[in-house]
């Protein structure tokens, strides 16, 4: 009889999934049809030779973060979260257009999100902090910081506290580097962790869980489009730009696309100012991609 002992997985990684238990990592496989164990999953896991493990259940998930992957399959890129935190830089450059996607997802599926500027001691420009208005405006939570400075980061760190939280977005607006410096230890929990998947470059390469030292847990991502606007219709993409809300309901068809369809309530409120330009131009912009 094997002993199945709870664990929590904190990476899934080219060669097993990291499980953490009793505050070791062990590296596991799991059974085949738990393939799509993801990080931040709570799962069973049995010994099966020395330092070798094996998942043999997946415990009841109180939330999954997925995205859709090559032949239409959707794959899960967390697990058990409350938060996304979705960070964005002047460098490499202030991406709306993916932050507006993220949050269309997020709205879609419930969870609460909200923004972090990093590098804010490199300068901002006029249109941008309109933007940044905007959002706060909508009500997204803003943190202005800079990985390099601690003292930047105590007001996030209230709203890390005791949650599951993910950092998203591109790649190189710095989610590793404000990891490294909201948890002391990271470098040293990466080596033990992927001592095998080393290249030389700093680029994350999977999602990887984190314990906070305030309480909570942080899973630092690899800046790609973890999000995909493929798993939600073009109906939920104008639901996830919360200020459309009021307006959907008050379009004269039912079907409006929100472009040039007759009585769009949308477009009309957008002409009246109620709704940002910039926002419903990247919504239009989504719409076509999908
Ligand atoms: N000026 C400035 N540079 C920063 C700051 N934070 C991070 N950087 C730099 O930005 C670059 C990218 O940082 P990373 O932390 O690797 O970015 P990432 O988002 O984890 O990137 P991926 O893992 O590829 O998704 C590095 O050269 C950092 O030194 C900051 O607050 N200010
Ligand atoms: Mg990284
Ligand atoms: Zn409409």
Redesign the pocket.
């Known amino acids: 009889m094997t002993n199945k002992k709870e664990g929590l997985v904190i990476a899934h990684l080219g060669q097993g999934i990291a499980v953490e238990c009793d505050g070791e990592i062990i590296l596991c496989q799991p059974l085949r049809k738990l393939d799509t164990v993801t990080v931040g999953d709570k799962v069973l896991w049995s010994l099966v030779a020395p330092e070798q493990g094996r998942i043999e259940a997946l415990l009841p998930r109180k939330s999954v973060l997925t995205r859709p992957s090559r032949n239409d399959k959707i794959r899960p890129v967390a697990a058990n979260l409350d938060n996304v935190f979705v960070?964005f830089?002047v460098?490499p450059y202030c991406d709306f257009l993916l932050l507006d996607q993220y949050l269309a997802i997020c709205e879609n599926r419930d969870f609460a999100a909200s923004l972090i500027l990093?590098?804010?001691?490199?300068p901002l420009s006029e249109s941008i902090e309109a933007e940044l208005a905007n959002y706060v405006s909508l009500g997204y939570a803003l943190y202005r910081?800079?990985?390099?400075?601690a003292s930047?980061l105590n007001e996030l760190k209230q709203a890390l506290r005791g949650q599951v939280s993910i950092?998203t977005?591109?790649?190189?607006?710095?989610?590793?580097?404000?990891?490294?410096t909201l948890i002391p230890d990271k470098n040293l929990k990466t080596n033990t962790v992927s001592a095998t998947t080393k290249h030389g470059?700093?680029?994350?390469?999977a999602a990887t869980l984190y314990h906070l030292p305030e309480g909570g847990d942080l899973i630092?991502?690899?800046?790609?489009a973890i999000f995909g606007l493929a798993d939600i219709t073009t109906g939920q993409l104008a639901q996830g730009f919360r200020e459309f809300l009021p307006f959907l309901v008050k379009c004269q068809f039912n079907d409006c696309s929100h472009h040039n369809d007759k009585g769009c309530a949308v477009r009309a409120a957008v002409e009246s100012g109620e709704i940002s330009t910039a926002r419903y131009s990247r919504f239009l912009k989504l719409h076509e991609k999908m």
């Open positions: 960070v830089a460098e990093n590098k804010t001691d490199l910081v800079c990985a390099n400075d930047s950092f977005g591109q790649s190189g607006v710095g989610k590793s580097s404000l990891t490294n470059r700093h680029t994350t390469t630092d991502t690899p800046g790609v």
